[in-house]
């Protein structure tokens, strides 16, 4: 509900005046012609110091692990826009192990089309030893392109986005 509207605000690729084709349809169109894509001009780098398996724990205060047992720290994930050569200068040279994610990305960032889907860097955990890495394309649907859009609206000056995840808006106390 947060990632794909802040990925719509920021992906650089120009709102469509039609509703676009499906995602990943190769098919050309009824008069030969492949239906225009927009390639997307960066990414979605959602990165936490929590690990996958920490992140799958249910939300509740204080938040538990499977054995009861409280987190030593709130769990919260940060959303950022970056594109290729930000994450070349900036991102590379903070987390080294990211660079093997490059191939991944100009791959993704080359088959996704940005009117329709966000490219995501996922990196989570820890350190570097026990981090884990991935890269994806995600439609844009919340429920719809368009509905996605109107509600990334709310991020367009936003330039990250801190997700709190066992904040339940009770006023932290």
């Given at each position: 509900?947060?990632?794909l509207p802040?990925?719509?605000?920021?992906g650089?690729?120009?709102k469509p005046t039609?509703?676009p084709?499906?995602?990943?349809?190769?098919?050309t169109t009824?008069?030969?012609?492949?239906?225009?894509?927009?390639?997307?001009?960066?990414?979605?780098?959602l990165q936490?110091?929590?690990?996958?398996d920490?992140?799958?724990?249910?939300t509740?205060?204080?938040?538990?692990?499977?054995s009861?047992r409280e987190?030593p720290?709130?769990?919260?994930v940060?959303?950022h826009?970056?594109?290729?050569?930000?994450?070349?200068?900036?991102l590379?040279?903070?987390l080294p192990?990211l660079?093997?994610?490059?191939p991944a990305?100009?791959?993704a960032m080359g088959e996704?089309?940005?009117?329709a889907?966000a490219?995501l860097l996922?990196?989570?955990?820890?350190?570097?030893?026990?981090a884990?890495t991935?890269?994806?394309?995600?439609?844009l649907?919340?429920p719809?392109?368009?509905a996605?859009?109107a509600l990334?609206?709310?991020?367009?000056?936003?330039?990250?986005l801190q997700?709190?995840l066992?904040?339940?808006?009770?006023g932290?106390?």
């Open positions: 509900l947060y990632l802040f990925a719509a605000q920021h650089g690729a120009p039609t509703p084709p499906p995602a990943k349809v190769l098919n009824a008069t030969g012609l492949a239906p225009q894509r927009h390639p997307p001009s960066g990414f979605v780098f936490s110091e929590t690990s996958l920490g992140l799958s724990l249910p509740g205060l204080p938040p538990r692990d499977c009861g987190l720290q709130p769990r919260n940060l959303l826009f970056v594109t290729l050569p930000e994450f070349d200068s900036q590379v040279e903070a192990a660079a093997g994610a490059r990305l100009v791959a996704a089309d940005g009117a889907e490219v996922t990196h989570l955990g820890p350190g570097p030893s026990d884990f991935a890269v994806g394309i995600a439609p649907l919340t719809d392109v368009g996605c859009r990334g609206a709310a991020y367009a000056n936003v330039e990250a997700l709190d066992d904040d339940l808006g009770g932290g106390e």
